[in-house]
T-cell receptor
């Protein structure tokens, strides 16, 4: 398996532009998580989906951020309009939620976003 | 609510030194506990886990014991290597349904030859 795939790996944009980050989870996984990592705030959970349905979006910082999961193999995180304070590394992770126990979250390599 | 507190870094050690990274937690019920590791330029990887009190998780020479009486899950390794240089995250999953994790702030470890 190729693991969790994120694109692009690096994105540089100007303030006010729309940014779309993409994630392909591991095949067969039914839970997907979007995280943001900064030096100041550490690792923050933005939103997570189960069976393509958003379960908890309380971590989404404001209305400029939106996330979708149109099918089991694809998710997007969109920022519109982007601001310099959105500069961070954004991680996508997936896991298989079963009937018992914990199943490991597998992280993608991240997208490093720089908003000028 | 649930939370995780881990020691601030960076931790700087010489090769073959003993490592301890402290982690304490606050949670209701019976959480599961984890250590994740992030190597430079990569995403996080699960290092070890413990799902109930007194369990010991171990992997790659690292160990951590789930201590309910002290609400702790300290990470230890007897002899670190330069290749262990990374950021280490303590995390917990509450006793509820989904695989949502609460992460600590992370501790950067730098090991010098």
């Amino acid at each position: 398996d190729a693991g969790v795939i994120q694109s692009p790996r690096h994105e540089v944009t100007e303030m006010g532009q729309e940014v779309t980050l993409r994630c392909k989870p591991i095949s067969g996984h039914n839970s997907l998580f979007w995280y943001r990592q900064t030096m100041m705030r550490g690792l923050e959970l933005l939103i997570y989906f189960n069976n393509n349905v958003p379960i908890d979006d309380s971590g989404m910082p404001e209305d400029r951020f939106s996330a979708k999961m149109p099918n089991a193999s694809f998710s997007t995180l969109k920022i519109q309009p982007s601001e310099p304070r959105d500069s961070a590394v954004y991680f996508c992770a997936s896991s298989l939620l079963g009937t018992s126990g914990f199943n490991e979250q597998f992280f993608g390599p991240g997208t490093r976003l720089t908003v000028l | 609510g649930n939370s995780v507190t881990q020691m601030e870094g960076p931790v700087t050690l010489s090769e073959e030194a003993f490592l301890t990274i402290n982690c304490t937690y606050t949670a209701t019920g019976y959480p599961s506990l984890f250590w994740y590791v992030q190597y430079p330029g990569e995403g996080l990887q699960l290092l070890l886990k413990a799902t109930k009190a007194d369990d010991k998780g171990s992997n790659k020479g690292f160990e951590a014991t789930y201590r309910k009486e002290t609400t702790s899950f300290h990470l230890e390794k007897g002899s670190v290597q330069v290749s262990d240089s990374a950021v280490y995250f303590c995390a917990l999953k509450g006793s509820g349904g989904y695989n949502k994790l609460i992460f600590g702030a992370g501790t950067r470890l730098a090991v010098h030859p």
